[in-house]
């Protein structure tokens, strides 16, 4: 019953492992590699240049929204802060693919509607609903004090919030995966109802 | 049967950002169709070649990559404004549209309750929705964008280049497609919601 969604859950719990871990191996492995990181913070400031072929038409301007920079030789606290970058959001994804990929496993097998499953789903609905926004804040949160570290003038800190896209999607799913969890123990009531019946 | 309002976090926070995102929409269409008018037209391009001139870097530090860049088209004729809106609009009336029918099928769920074949058809048809309309909505505007940036450089890029930008939203994908596993979750609870009732 569950079969095409558990399929896609793997898929995705496996791609965010091994982005997890690849991202952090080569990060912690690199120490020769300049280390780079890309702001949308204060890329309106700077100049831009198109390379292409052909060129720009008369009467259209450009500026650059979204840089990479990239530090050549950084100390210890930027190679930290270069590792939690990306690897931060990995990390929750995997998390979150394998509450939900464990919920499905388990779910087929002792049943849906039981009170286990609406724990796990009010557990997974918690995590969605808190630790996607606080994750990819806290990442954009690392990618300033990077930032910082790149330019000779002050950026204060309140940037982060135009390099941070809100993640309402885990939001809202987070708030609908509560519902579900509440609606399952319900018909996990309904359903012991059923065989005290019978 | 205790069911109370099992819907309830649910239904209020998608109401409230319900008519919050119709509100914004309104208003930005609103200025669009108004002051927007005579401003420039701006837009992403993404993976078109540029270089960008830092200043104030720290010795050390070097640009390595324009990751997006800005254009701007400083007096639009009537079709570069509506492929600005087209670049724009089709995610936000989509997500609206998609808020609505949750809500719809809260209300109707709410009404007629939830293990019934009418609310497994509703969810069905929520995660078909978030499935293809989504996606497709997020196709219009990477074609919409590259036309713009093909109207504002002096160079063709090809075919190809309408879906180099096209970003799949995939969390709607996976939340489609669970939806659809819930809507036979709902199907079978219809079904022993029936024999309990055969029963009783």
């Known amino acids: 019953m569950l079969r095409p969604f558990t399929k896609v859950v793997r898929l995705m719990w496996s791609v965010a492992a091994v982005g997890f871990l690849l991202g952090v191996t080569t990060e912690v492995g690199n120490t020769v590699r300049d280390l780079c990181f890309s702001s949308a913070a204060i890329a309106g400031g700077f100049g831009a240049r198109y390379l292409g072929k052909g060129a720009l038409r008369e009467g259209v301007a450009n500026y650059p929204s979204e840089l990479r920079y990239c530090l050549h030789d950084p100390g210890l606290p930027e190679r930290v802060l270069g590792v939690l970058d990306g690897a931060l959001t990995w990390f929750a994804y995997a998390v979150l693919f394998f509450l939900l990929m464990r919920l499905l496993e388990r779910a087929a097998s002792e049943g849906v509607h039981t009170a286990a499953t609406a724990d796990r789903l009010r557990r997974l609905g918690w995590f969605t609903l808190v630790a996607m926004p606080v994750v990819t804040s806290a990442e954009a949160v690392v990618r300033l004090l990077l930032l910082r570290q790149a330019v000779t003038f002050d950026v204060p800190l309140v940037e982060f919030l135009f390099d941070w896209s809100v993640p309402w999607w885990a939001v809202v799913t987070g708030v609908g995966l509560l519902t579900l969890g509440k609606i399952m123990r319900t018909s996990a009531e309904m359903r012991a109802d059923l065989e005290g019946t019978v | ?200």
Not at chain 2, 59 to 69: F, P, Q, Y
Not at chain 2, 119 to 139: K, N
């Open chain 2, 1 to 200: 049967m205790s069911r109370g309002n099992a819907l309830e976090p649910l239904t209020g926070v998608v109401s409230a950002v319900f008519a919050l995102s119709l509100g914004a929409f309104g208003l930005t269409t609103a200025i669009r169709l108004t002051i927007g008018l005579f401003d420039p037209v701006c837009f992403t391009a993404k993976y078109w070649p540029h270089d960008a001139e830092g200043r104030d870097l720290v010795a050390g530090v070097r640009l390595d990559d324009v990751d997006r860049v800005t254009l701007c088209v400083d007096d639009p004729v009537p079709w570069q404004h509506v492929l600005d809106f087209l670049s724009e609009a089709p995610t936000a009336v989509t997500r609206v549209g998609a808020l609505l029918l949750l809500l719809l099928l809260l209300r109707r769920a709410a009404l007629h309750g939830i293990y019934t074949p009418a609310t497994a058809a509703d969810v069905r048809r929520f995660g078909h929705y978030l499935l293809w309309v989504l996606p497709a909505a997020a196709m219009v505007e990477s074609i919409a964008r590259t036309t713009l940036v093909h109207a504002a450089v002096t160079f063709d890029a090809g075919f190809a280049s309408f879906f180099g930008e096209w970003e799949a939203p995939w969390f709607a994908v996976i939340t489609g497609i669970a939806l659809l596993s819930l809507a036979k979750i709902v199907r079978d609870g219809a079904e022993m919601r029936a024999d309990l009732e055969g029963t009783v």
